[in-house]
């Protein structure tokens, strides 16, 4: 699939709209701003965004990304915590959201999506000869991945939520209609996978960082189900 580039505008209702949805080409970079090839900031007028915003061009490392906006740019890859966008940088991933800092009632969103550059698993360590071993944990089991996509759907839909909270266990139980001790099994042999591959400490079952490790290691990877309806709708993937 064509990597593509989405235009969104969230306001302070919560209401999402589409401006722009096309293919990238590869290293043909796209201006998006008040006055970009894209316009970003321009419905609604927000004068807080930059007439020249944000550069972005899918080049064979991944997205490269030069920021000009006077406010900055929130970078939000997909499963991972959002961040500052330094003023030039490259990242490789799959589904990876910029927001335009403007007028604090809106939120402008610039998203980038290519399935080419989906994680992938580590490989096994060298001298290794089974690919599940003890330092290759298994792949999630399918109650496993339910239980934590339920726990943390905030922080996997897309666009973004902002801000996003992880469900309590209890209502990760309802949702899926079993008891609360079973769930959190499943999370604690989750989260012991993540210890696995990288995780490097021990805190609450609602703690998203084993979820941003799992994510960085290829164990969980976006899914048709973390879309808005919005984007359901245009045919995103």
């Not at 064509?2 to 306001?11: E, K, M, P, Y």
């Not at 590869?26 to 020249?52: C, W």
Request: proline share 11%; aromatic share 4%.
């Amino acid at each position: 699939m064509t990597a593509r580039i989405r235009v969104l505008c969230r306001d302070q209702n919560g209401t999402l709209t589409l401006s722009a949805d096309q293919p990238l080409e590869p290293d043909q970079p796209v201006l998006l701003g008040r006055e970009g090839d894209l316009g970003v900031g321009i419905s609604p007028v927000d004068p807080k965004v930059s007439r020249q915003a944000v550069q972005v061009t899918r080049t064979d490392a991944g997205w490269r990304i030069v920021v000009t906006n006077r406010n900055g740019v929130i970078v939000h890859p997909w499963g991972q915590p959002p961040g500052m966008a330094e003023p030039e940088s490259v990242f490789s991933w799959p589904r990876l959201a910029l927001r335009v800092v403007g007028r604090p009632q809106l939120q402008h969103w610039i998203l980038l999506d290519d399935p080419a550059l989906q994680p992938r698993r580590p490989e096994p360590l060298p001298g290794t000869e089974l690919t599940e071993s003890a330092e290759q944990p298994r792949p999630l089991t399918v109650p496993q991945e339910l239980a934590v996509r339920a726990l943390f759907a905030e922080l996997l839909t897309w666009p973004p939520l902002v801000p996003a909270t992880p469900r309590q266990i209890k209502q990760v139980a309802s949702r899926l209609g079993v008891r609360t001790e079973s769930i959190q099994r499943r999370l604690e042999e989750v989260r012991k996978k993540a210890g696995m591959v990288g995780l490097s400490r021990t805190s609450l079952l609602t703690d998203p960082e084993y979820l941003y490790v799992l994510v960085r290691a290829g164990y969980l990877a976006p899914d048709e189900d973390d879309l808005h309806p919005i984007l359901t709708a245009a045919g995103a993937v």
